[in-house]
Nanobody
């Protein structure tokens, strides 16, 4: 099973980026997926999660209203649209997959698969 994240880069504060995560080796269309991030010197933290159908989404309070998670099950891909970026959003962003629920992912539980991270740098 592989989760390949892409779309990171350098952006100015107030700008936007869209991250993508393509899953291979297993069909994730029946399972929740999500994003976590780890800033320098800090622990990895939850960002967003989405149920298998896309009908339920969860967000960290710090990104609510600015980030949107979505998925395209036909492409086995999950996205994270990040708007109004702030310097504190600078981090390595990790895609994650679960065999449980998006709600559990939102509290850091039952993360079965991790992708390699993609670096997002927001300059102020």
């Amino acid at each position: 099973v592989q989760l390949q994240a892409s779309g990171g880069g350098l952006v100015q504060a107030g700008g936007s980026l869209r991250l993508s995560c393509a899953a291979s080796g297993r069909t994730f269309s029946n399972y929740p997926m999500g994003w976590f991030r780890q800033a320098p010197g800090k622990e990895r933290e939850f960002v967003a999660a989405i149920s298998w159908s896309g009908s339920s989404t969860y967000y960290a309070d710090s990104v609510k209203g600015r980030f949107t998670i979505s998925r395209d099950n036909a492409k086995n891909t999950v996205y994270l649209q990040m708007n109004s970026l702030k310097s504190e959003d600078t981090a390595v962003y990790y895609c994650a997959g679960s065999l449980s629920t998006a709600r559990f992912m939102s509290v850091g539980r039952d993360i079965n698969y991790w992708g390699k991270g993609t670096l997002v740098t927001v300059s102020s």
